[in-house]
């Protein structure tokens, strides 16, 4: 599903990316381990393109992301096609971003309606049933400002999955919770790994990762330094800099 | 346990309040009374603020304000979208467009507008004079000055909303333009609002300049009136309660304005003044 090749990405004269090879294989959970600014939540913006790889390549379900290869060249995607593209994946981010100035179901509906352009009252009966799904029945009207952090981010997780996407990305979704809300976004994520969905997920949540994930990338200083299934990366793994780190996060 | 009595304490005595607020009551009295006794006869003030010409005159100032400052808000967005656009043609004429007409005098623009015969004496065939009225050089003229401010307003309430919000719109599959309509421009009114209250208020008074293009607006109708019967400081009073009259009906659909965009910045709404009173009224006194 996710295909990543020595994909590069700098800023300016910083090189945050400096060559990352992944792969992701259809309804399997990755997620991707580090320390802070070792390039990782960027490498998950540059799968559905709100970063530009600088060089390498990067492809989602066979197909290139931002660009389309025409014999040896390459063309930049229009700014159609690239949301058309990103309409496909699922995001949730560390601060939510839910929009304020809408209600649970407005987040949920206002993308298949909009975009998708699905009927309102088939929108909003998908809506419901999401947000049902991640325990928020009883808040379908009631403005972001009025959830806690928990219920935003199930909020948020229900608003990518109303877009049926075929793979969902996870920036940290449980970083700027309290501690005892973080469980509940886990286990919507959890039933959602059980459903199938193929997932991305940046996290600093190790139980979860050894629990959920089929594949565990240990990215430090723009590189995977270490990747294989949880029980090897999180439990035994072979190289230093992964050994200290799990130290730390312990 | 029973509650503690209630602490019974002398609060604290506020002597300059009371002293301030009679010197500012003594002076306002003696002003209404120099006002009263001066050589203005106001039973002419009052008469004139319901004759025709000036009520008529007063609709036009609320007609040329309202469709001055509309034409000014639809300006100002699209000059705001094209500077952010990234696109460097739109963004260059969207900055020489603000540098023009904010570099010059809204009163030099009037007149140029209503001249414009000057240098162009005929418009696809037809006599520039007879097109510009003074109604139409008016409109031009406020609100193309006006949309140069509001694109500095739209401007800074679509920077004032924060970044994420348009990375989500995005990773919903949301383009530009649907983006700008349904995430960000909703949110950023919550910032331009006030401002732009501001500037219709402003423009309540500057469209007064339109007097000088012949325009029969308020200060227009007063002035045809004054230079005949000669009473003049009347009549610029009648004027003034017209201003302040329209002014604060404004002020207070402002209010309530804002109320309706707040929705989602806080957690409840802020009480109206007429639910705060109700509330107070039967509300039980507080010991």
Redesign the interface.
């Given at each position: 599903m996710v295909l990543a090749e020595q994909v590069h990405k700098h800023f300016g004269k910083l090189e945050v990316l400096k060559g990352i090879d992944l792969q992701v294989e259809r309804g399997q959970v990755c997620c991707l381990l580090g320390p802070s600014g070792s390039g990782k939540s960027t490498f998950l913006r540059c799968i559905?393109h709100?970063e530009r790889v600088t060089a390498g390549r990067l492809s989602v379900d066979g197909e290139l992301v931002g660009y389309r290869e025409q014999g040896e060249k390459l063309y930049e995607l229009r700014?159609?096609e690239t949301?058309?593209?990103?309409?496909?994946?699922?995001?949730v981010?560390q601060?939510f971003?839910?929009?304020?100035?809408?209600t649970a179901l407005g987040n949920v509906v206002?993308?298949p309606i909009?975009?998708r352009r699905q009927p309102r009252e088939q929108a909003v009966a998908r809506g419901r049933a999401l947000l049902d799904r991640v325990g928020l029945a009883d808040k379908v009207d009631a403005?972001?400002?009025?959830l806690s952090g928990g219920q935003q981010q199930r909020v948020?997780i229900a608003?990518?999955l109303a877009?049926d996407p075929k793979l969902m990305l996870f920036d940290e979704p449980t970083s700027a919770l309290d501690p005892e809300l973080v469980g509940e976004v886990l286990d919507v994520m959890r039933d959602l790994a059980s459903d199938g969905m193929t997932m991305v997920v940046v996290t600093h949540e190790m139980g979860f990762a050894r629990e959920v994930a089929d594949e565990v990338v240990f990215i430090d200083g723009g590189v995977v330094v270490e990747s294989g299934p949880p029980a090897q990366v999180i439990d035994d793994p072979v190289m230093k800099r992964t050994r200290d780190f799990l130290r730390k996060v312990r | 346990m029973t509650a503690p009595e209630p602490l019974v304490a002398v609060p604290v005595r506020h002597w300059g309040r009371w002293v301030s607020g009679a010197l500012v009551i003594a002076s306002l009295v003696a002003l209404v009374n120099a006002f009263a006794h001066a050589d203005v006869r106001w039973s002419t003030t009052k008469h004139f603020l319901t004759v025709d010409t000036i009520v008529s005159g007063a609709g036009r100032t609320l007609l040329i304000s309202v469709l001055a400052q509309a034409l000014g808000i639809v300006i100002g967005v699209v000059v705001a979208v094209m500077r952010q656009s990234g696109n460097p043609v739109t963004g260059a004429v969207a900055w020489l467009y603000v540098w023009f007409f904010r570099g010059t005098p809204v009163l030099l623009q009037l007149l140029i507008w209503y001249n414009l015969a000057l240098v162009f004496p005929t418009i696809l065939g037809h006599s520039t004079n007879d097109l510009m009225t003074p109604f139409l050089a008016a409109l031009l003229g406020l609100g193309i000055n006006e949309g140069a401010y509001m694109a500095e307003i739209v401007r800074a309430g679509l920077a004032s909303v924060?970044e994420?919000?348009s990375?989500?719109?995005?990773?919903?599959?949301?383009?530009?333009g649907?983006m700008l309509r349904?995430?960000v421009l909703?949110?950023a009114m919550r910032v331009i609002i006030p401002p732009t209250g501001n500037e219709f208020i402003n423009m309540l008074k500057t469209s007064s300049l339109a007097f000088t293009i012949q325009y029969a607006e308020l200060l227009r109708a007063a002035t045809s009136i004054y230079t005949s019967n000669l009473q003049v400081i009347e009549l610029l009073f009648t004027v003034a309660v017209w201003y302040l009259l329209l002014t604060s009906v404004f002020s207070v659909f402002q209010y309530y304005l804002e109320r309706r965009f707040s929705?989602?910045?806080?957690?409840e709404l802020t009480p109206t003044p007429l639910q705060r009173l109700r509330a107070n009224l039967t509300k039980a006194p507080r010991l």
């Open positions: 559905n709100l700014e159609t949301a058309a593209k990103r309409a496909e994946i699922g995001m981010f601060r971003n839910l929009f304020p100035h809408m206002e993308a909009r975009v403005y972001p400002a009025q948020a608003r990518a877009m | 924060d994420g919000q990375e989500a719109a995005q990773s919903l599959g949301m383009t530009r649907l349904r995430i909703p949110q929705r989602g910045a806080s957690r």
